[in-house]
């Protein structure tokens, strides 16, 4: 009988360590999230759109406007 005891106290360890560390990796992706959206994502300047060719009007008619 203490054979069985022990091991589920061993079995509940491992669901809460198992608990913990999805937790934890919950914690970790939300704070990766918000720090993304608040260093912000490399953005294209002028001279790549203008490579990929999704800007047509010079840079000279933009500024006018």
Do not use: F, T, W
Not at 4 to 21: D, P
């Amino acid at each position: 009988m203490a054979n069985r005891s022990k091991m589920s106290v061993l079995k509940r360890q491992r669901e809460r360590k198992k608990a913990e560390k999805a937790a934890l990796k919950r914690e970790q992706r939300s704070r990766g999230e918000s720090s993304a959206e608040g260093e912000g994502a490399p953005v294209a300047n002028r001279e790549d759109l203008e490579a990929y060719g999704i800007v047509l009007e010079p840079m000279e008619d933009s500024q006018e406007r």
